[in-house]
């Protein structure tokens, strides 16, 4: 209990300080959260991926986008030998790397070059492949899959590949009263995408689904 407060106080600091624009206070404070859920914890096993998880979202809300996508190939990476390379578990963290690649740390902004948007379709796709091939996935599973790369097309600028996601997925959230009432809240009405925070060259913000 005293470990569950203890977090508890922490994550209110580090949005304290988050919030205030101290992003290196912030940052500290996330190191040591990690730390202590990750102490006495195998670095290679299911019980680190919490830790590993919840590292990765803050690493992200901080605009740390090279570490938040380091930490999620190491919660790939643990998930492949653990359960193999297409258990269903895996779709989650490649779906968060993928989208990953629409952000780019300010600091980094001129001093590197920003990567490909073909980088973050590759893992995405990965994820749908596993959703399509793996007997054990369900309608969820497989169109969320489908929308997320159609998402990453809109805020990419490849409409006509969206639109074919976003197809597949009509016709997967088809043939029952349960599934149109999805499909009328995922593909019928207006959906504000996340906003995103691309490389200058996409030259894209706030996109929408409709």
């Keep these: 209990e005293r470990i569950d407060q203890a977090f508890e106080v922490l994550e209110s600091l580090a949005e304290t300080y988050l919030a205030g624009g101290h992003f290196d206070e912030a940052?500290?404070?996330?190191?040591?959260?990690?730390?202590?859920?990750?102490?006495?914890?195998?670095?290679?096993?299911e019980a680190i991926l919490p830790a590993l998880r919840n590292q990765a979202r803050w690493l992200h809300r901080l605009q740390l986008y090279d570490r938040e996508r380091y930490t999620w190939r190491?919660?790939?990476?643990?998930l492949e030998n653990l359960r193999g390379k297409e258990h269903l578990s895996l779709i989650p963290p490649l779906t968060n790397l993928?989208?990953?690649?629409?952000?780019?740390s300010p600091q980094e902004t001129g001093y590197q070059q920003p990567a490909a948007n073909t980088t973050g379709e590759i893992?995405?796709?990965?994820?749908?492949?596993?959703?399509?091939?793996?007997?054990?996935?369900?309608?969820?599973?497989?169109?969320?899959?489908l929308l997320a790369l159609g998402d990453y097309y809109?805020?990419?600028e490849r409409p006509n590949?969206?639109?074919?996601?976003?197809r597949e997925a009509w016709d997967v959230l088809s043939g029952s009263e349960e599934l149109?009432?999805?499909?009328?809240?995922?593909?019928?009405?207006?959906?504000?995408?996340?906003?995103a925070r691309p490389p200058r060259f996409y030259g894209i913000g706030m996109a929408r689904r409709s």
């Design 98 to 104: 993928g989208r990953s690649y629409l952000y780019f």
């Design 180 to 195: 149109e009432q999805v499909r009328q809240k995922q593909l019928q009405s207006l959906t504000f995408l996340y906003d």
């Design 27 to 45: 940052v500290d404070i996330q190191q040591r959260i990690f730390g202590l859920q990750a102490r006495n914890v195998p670095m290679n096993s």
């Design 161 to 166: 590949r969206a639109a074919r996601m976003y």
């Design 74 to 78: 190491r919660v790939i990476s643990i």
């Design 123 to 145: 893992y995405l796709k990965r994820a749908l492949r596993i959703a399509e091939d793996n007997p054990e996935a369900d309608w969820t599973t497989r169109s969320e899959a």
């Design 154 to 156: 809109i805020l990419t």
